[in-house]
């Protein structure tokens, strides 16, 4: 699985589009970038997964570079409740092992 | 409805001693997960199963034994507890063959 680089941490205004940055350069054609946060003292939770084309849910857009070597999380209007550690994996789709790093830690601020 | 419930949410106990994870999950799910994270948040998998075989056992001690009776429920057993076992225990479960998994709440174990 390819590893993945995040800002330890990144804060945002409450109400304004929060935009996580991920770097996957080593990322293989056939791994998915997948998207997760982890409230404070809550379970992870999906966000939201794609391959290469920018996807979007009732939750966020991933946005996908060309290249697939970086990817962007947007939290179009970030609330307080968004405040969590964001995690970014690459991993195959087929079952793939979930493989956690330090994730971003998101501050939304009021 | 809980999708993923874990008993108990906090556990504490002496060292030495032996006890167990509940989990069950109501997703009609097939692979089931345990995860631990550790004092310095790092989250990391330790078992998966698929229908109720092992598939993934990653280094941990003989200590610990998932157990699962049915596709709906992964118990984790530890025995010997020791200082370093404190963690936060999560488990999971997905489709098999996604990697959108659905977590549990988490069992916070401490032990002294």
């Known amino acids: 699985d390819a590893k993945t680089t995040q800002p330890p941490s990144m804060d945002c205004a409450e109400g304004r589009a929060a935009n996580l940055p991920c770097n996957h350069s080593?990322?293989?054609?056939?791994?998915?970038v997948y998207w997760y946060r982890q409230i404070h003292s809550q379970g992870p939770q999906y966000i939201i997964h794609?391959?290469?084309n920018n996807e979007t849910n009732e939750m966020a857009s991933l946005i996908i570079t060309e290249d697939r070597k970086s990817s962007t999380l947007i939290l179009p209007h970030a609330t307080l409740r968004d405040t969590a550690v964001y995690y970014c994996i690459a991993v195959y789709n087929q079952g793939g092992k979930l493989i956690f790093g330090q994730g971003t830690e998101l501050s939304v601020k009021p | 409805d809980t999708a993923v419930s874990q008993t108990p949410k906090y556990l504490v106990t002496q060292m030495g001693n032996d006890k167990s994870i509940k989990c069950e999950q109501n997703?009609?799910?097939?692979?089931m997960y345990w995860y631990k994270q550790d004092s310095k948040k790092f989250l990391k998998i330790m078992f998966s199963?698929?229908?109720?075989?092992?598939?993934i056992n990653e280094t941990v001690p003989n200590r610990f034994s998932p157990k699962s009776p049915d596709k709906a429920h992964l118990n984790l057993h530890i025995n010997s507890l020791e200082l370093g076992d404190s963690a936060v225990y999560f488990c999971?479960?997905?489709?098999?063959?996604?990697?959108?998994?659905?977590f549990g709440q988490g069992t916070r174990l401490t032990v002294v």
């Open positions: 199963y698929n229908n109720k075989e092992l598939i």
């Open positions: 999971a479960s997905s489709l098999e063959g996604y990697t959108e998994a659905f």
């Open positions: 997703l009609g799910h097939d692979t």
């Open positions: 080593t990322i293989s054609g056939n791994e998915y």
């Open positions: 794609g391959l290469k």
